[in-house]
């Protein structure tokens, strides 16, 4: 059954600091999207990864998948408080599994 | 184009009683899906599409019932709530396309059972 292990769970970091959410998977695959919510929301999709070593990048969300090491990285630069939201990874194995998302918290 | 709509937003339910919540995408998606959103467990999947007229089991489907008449809509049954149902619910869909997954998804029903 494959697993899919977000951390951390919660981040609270200052505005202009950077940092990074890991997405680690159990099972093969080479497709992995990360999601955005906001509180009492609906998720929005920010990157679709498609290939070992795809990297996105959207402002100031940079977003990585490392096949190999099944391992996705999201990197956060110069943090600001509209980034505050709920992240999850979601793993493709013909269908999605999600990670248990993780809480970022920007504060001024 | 409005999307990925479900009805109803919100909802409350006593034990034992049974409801039907309603997903409508103007997408033309062949996908469909049915999750489920509880703190600290990401979304689980339900009940999922792949085509009008068929339906399959995700990774909790028990209490849950689920029908696909029309490729545009997807209805997610209640026979008889539990306490254990009260959650938020996303319904999702998206193209049947070999390279991507990437779903679209509805703004969710907010479900408790008492």
């Known amino acids: 059954e494959l697993k899919v292990e977000q951390n951390p769970l919660f981040l609270s970091m200052q505005e202009g600091k950077n940092y990074t959410i890991y997405c680690n998977y159990s099972t093969t695959s080479d497709r992995l999207y990360w999601y955005r919510q906001d509180p009492g929301k609906s998720l929005e999709s920010l990157f679709v990864?498609?290939?070992?070593?795809a990297v996105k990048q959207e402002g100031r969300l940079m977003a990585s998948l490392d096949t190999k090491a099944r391992l996705s990285t999201l990197h956060i630069t110069a943090a600001v408080h509209d980034l505050s939201a709920t992240y999850f990874c979601?793993?493709?194995?013909?269908?999605?599994?999600f990670g248990a998302g993780t809480i970022l918290r920007v504060k001024s | 184009n409005a999307g990925v709509t479900q009805t109803p937003k919100f909802r409350v339910l006593k034990t034992g009683q049974s409801m039907t919540l309603l997903c409508a995408q103007d997408m033309n998606h062949e996908y469909m899906y049915w999750y489920r959103q509880d703190p600290g467990m990401g979304l689980r999947l339900i009940h999922y599409?792949?085509?009008?007229?068929?339906?399959a089991k995700g990774e909790v489907p028990d209490g849950y019932n689920v029908s696909r008449l029309k490729k545009q809509n997807f209805l997610l049954g209640l026979e008889s709530a539990a306490p254990s149902q009260t959650s938020v619910y996303f319904c999702a869909s998206n193209k049947r396309e070999a390279s991507s997954l990437e779903q679209y998804f509805g703004p969710g029903t907010r479900l408790t059972v008492t």
């Open positions: 990864l498609l290939s070992n070593g």
């Open positions: 979601a793993v493709d194995i013909h269908k999605l599994v």
């Open positions: 599409s792949v085509g009008e007229g068929t339906t």
